[in-house]
C-alpha cells in the first residue's frame, strides 16, 4: 500500500469551512482593515514585502525594501511578495482593491488550515479531539484578527507548517516515496515563505527516521530524496541570490539588522523599532550609501560587539524574550512592568498547550513528541533577536489540538469523577 489510510473530511466541513471564511471577510469589511494607512508612502501596506512587491510590479525585479532604488534584494524570503506583487498586478499598487484581494487571500489560507488541523488531531488523538480542534480554529476570532489585520505570511506560514507536521506524522507508516517527496517539497515551500521553519526540520526529520525504524521501515533512501526535493525547491532563489550579489547567500540577508534591533545599549527584551531604516533617516541613509550586504554585516557586528561586552546583559533579556514570546510583549504604556494582565489570554494558552504536551508525553500519545519538539525548537530565534505575537502563530494549529486535548481531558475527568460519586 503506497500511503496510509486517511480520514475523510466530515460532513461539518461543509459548513465550517464557509462560515469561517465569510466571517472573516464580513470582518474585512465591518473593521475596515481594508483601509491601510497612506503614511509614509505606504510603507505599512505590507512593510518590507510590501516595498518590494511594488518594485516587482513597476518591473525593477525583487528588490529595493525600503525608500529609492537601492538594487536586488534578499531582505526578505521571495514567497508572500511574490503574491503581493499579484494583486498589484492585477489590482492596483498600494490599492484598496489589492489590500482587498490579499487580505481574502490570508483569509482563505487561515481557512483552510482547519484540514491539516482536524487531520493531525485525528492521527495522533482521536476524532472528538480532531473535530473541537477544527472547531476551535476555524471560529476562533483571534485566528482571524492576524488573517484581516497583517499584510505578510501570518496565515500562510501556519498553513505550510501544518501541512509538513501532517506528513511527517504520516510519514510513521507511509510506504513509497510520496511522502518523502511531499516532506521536501513543503519544508522547502516553507523555507521560502518563512525561514524560520528550519528550526524544527532537524528535529522533525529525526523523529520521523526513529518511528519509521521502529516500526522495521527503511528511511535512508526517502531521506535522500526528500532533501534531494528540498534543495531543488531552494535552489532556483539560492542562484538567484548568487548572481545578483556576487556571493552565496542563502536565503535571506537581513540577521544582522534582526539582531541589532533586539540587541544594544539600550535593549530590554523588545524590538527596538527606532533603529529600523524605515523610521530613522540616519539608518536609511547608512542603507543606501552602504549596499544591503554591508549594512547588514555592520549591523550584525555591531551587535556581537555588544553581546561580547555584556553577556549576563544579553542573558537577562533573552530570558526576558522568551518570557514575552509565550506571555505575550508587553504594550508600550506598561512596558516596565514584569507582567502584563492584557495579555493574560495569551500567556494561558501557551501554558495550556505546553501543559497539553506534557500529558501527551506522559500517556504515550501519539506524535507526542513531535508536538514538544515543535514547541521547544521553532521559537528559539526569537529569544536571541526579539518576540512579537505574531511569531507565535505560525504554531499555533498544533498548539489549538493540544489546548483542545488537555480541555476535553479535564471536562472527560471531570464527568467520570461526578458519575463515580452518586
Same mark, same amino acid.
Request: charged fraction near 15%; hydrophobic fraction near 50%; charge should be positive.
Given at each position: ?163 509538513? !507536521? %501532517? ?7 507511509? &510506504?513509497?516515496? $510520496? *511522502?518523502?517527496?511531499?516532506? @521536501?517539497? +513543503? ?62 547567500? !542563502? %536565503? ?7 539582531? &541589532?534591533?533586539? $540587541? *544594544?545599549?539600550?535593549?530590554? @527584551?523588545? +524590538? ?151
Amino acid at each position: 500500500m503506497d500511503r496510509p489510510l486517511r480520514p475523510n473530511l466530515p460532513r461539518f466541513f461543509l459548513w465550517l469551512l464557509p462560515l469561517s471564511f465569510l466571517l472573516q471577510v464580513v470582518a474585512i469589511g465591518a473593521l475596515h482593515q481594508y483601509r491601510v494607512r497612506p503614511g509614509n508612502d505606504n510603507f505599512e501596506f505590507g512593510w518590507e514585502m510590501g516595498r518590494v512587491a511594488r518594485s516587482i510590479a513597476l518591473g525593477q525585479g525583487f528588490s529595493s525594501p525600503y525608500e529609492g532604488n537601492t538594487g536586488p534584494t534578499a531582505w526578505e524570503p521571495p514567497v508572500y511578495p511574490y503574491i503581493m506583487a499579484g494583486a498589484f498586478k492585477v489590482f492596483g499598487i498600494y490599492s484598496r482593491a489589492s489590500a482587498w484581494a490579499l487580505l481574502i487571500i490570508n483569509s482563505l489560507l487561515g481557512t483552510l488550515t482547519c484540514i491539516p488541523v482536524y487531520r493531525i488531531a485525528f492521527k495522533t488523538f482521536d476524532e472528538h479531539i480532531a473535530k473541537w480542534s477544527a472547531y476551535a480554529w476555524g471560529l476562533n476570532p483571534y485566528i482571524w484578527y492576524w488573517a484581516i489585520h497583517w499584510l505578510w505570511d501570518t496565515t500562510l506560514t501556519p498553513l505550510i507548517l501544518a501541512c509538513a !507536521f %501532517l506528513v511527517a506524522v504520516e510519514l510513521q507508516e507511509w &510506504r513509497g516515496w $510520496n *511522502g518523502w517527496i511531499l516532506f @521536501g517539497a +513543503l519544508f522547502g515551500i516553507g523555507a521560502l515563505a518563512n525561514p524560520t521553519m528550519l528550526i524544527f526540520l532537524p528535529f522533525c526529520g529525526l523523529w520521523v527516521w526513529r518511528q519509521r525504524f521502529l516500526r522495521g521501515l527503511p528511511s535512508l533512501g526517502g531521506v535522500v530524496l526528500s532533501s534531494l526535493v528540498f534543495f531543488a525547491v531552494l535552489s532556483p532563489w539560492v542562484i538567484r541570490n548568487h548572481e545578483v550579489f556576487g556571493r552565496f547567500v !542563502f %536565503l535571506r540577508d537581513d540577521f544582522g539588522l534582526q539582531f &541589532r534591533l533586539g $540587541n *544594544g545599549p539600550f535593549a530590554d @527584551g523588545m +524590538l527596538m523599532a527606532y533603529l529600523q531604516p524605515n523610521m530613522n533617516k540616519i539608518e536609511l541613509e547608512r542603507f543606501q550609501r552602504m549596499g544591503e550586504l554591508a549594512y547588514a554585516e555592520a549591523c550584525k557586528r555591531q551587535a556581537f560587539d555588544w553581546v561580547r561586552t555584556n553577556p549576563g546583559q544579553f542573558a537577562i533579556i533573552s530570558l526576558k524574550r522568551f518570557f514575552y514570546y509565550w506571555n505575550g510583549v508587553p504594550k508600550p504604556t506598561s512596558s516596565t512592568s514584569p507582567v502584563d494582565f492584557r495579555t493574560s489570554a495569551f500567556l494561558a494558552t501557551s501554558v495550556l498547550a505546553i501543559w497539553g504536551a506534557i500529558r501527551a508525553i506522559r500517556q504515550k500519545r501519539r506524535g507526542a513528541w513531535l508536538f514538544a519538539g515543535l514547541l521547544l525548537t521553532y521559537p528559539t530565534t526569537y529569544y536571541f533577536v526579539f518576540p512579537h505575537a505574531r511569531y507565535r502563530h505560525p504554531i499555533e494549529p498544533e498548539m489549538t489540538i493540544l489546548v483542545v486535548f488537555l480541555i476535553l481531558e479535564a471536562v472527560q475527568n471531570r464527568k467520570k469523577a461526578l458519575s463515580s460519586k452518586q
